[in-house]
């Protein structure tokens, strides 16, 4: 059974930091680009962040360029994003995902495997 399972969440002031992490199994880790996706009202998800855990490669939407990290512990089949100078703007359920490297790429621009979810909320 492939699962996804995200951690980390919560409340934050703007300004401050938090660490996602999205635990995985079921599925060949090595195979899969591994990215975190937010809910954006009446477009669907966006894209935040993406990592080939093949070779490290990574994307970020415009917006958390320079405050997202995204990085992968491969042995522990586990990806992170280290969230940084947080803003009000990024609150959100943020979802972690995965897209089979050799069908959709290395920067997640399709995805087969979703999480449920981890709710980071930061307050002015």
């Known amino acids: 059974e492939v699962q996804l399972v995200e951690s980390g969440g919560g409340l934050v002031q703007a300004g401050g930091s938090l660490r996602l992490s999205c635990v995985t199994s079921g599925f060949t880790f090595d195979d899969y680009a591994i990215g975190w996706f937010r809910q954006v009202p009446g477009k669907g998800r966006e894209r935040v962040s993406c990592?080939?855990?093949?070779?490290?490669?990574?994307y970020y939407t415009d917006s958390v360029k320079g405050r997202f990290t995204i990085s992968s512990d491969n042995a522990k089949s586990t990806v992170y994003l280290q969230m940084s100078s947080l803003k009000p703007k990024d609150t959100d359920v943020y979802y972690c995902?995965?897209?089979?490297?050799?069908?959709?790429?290395?920067?997640?621009?399709?995805?087969?495997?979703w999480g449920q979810g981890t709710q980071v909320t930061v307050s002015s």
């Open positions: 990592i080939s855990t093949t070779d490290g490669t990574t």
């Open positions: 995902a995965a897209g089979l490297i050799r069908s959709y790429g290395s920067r997640c621009e399709g995805v087969g495997y």
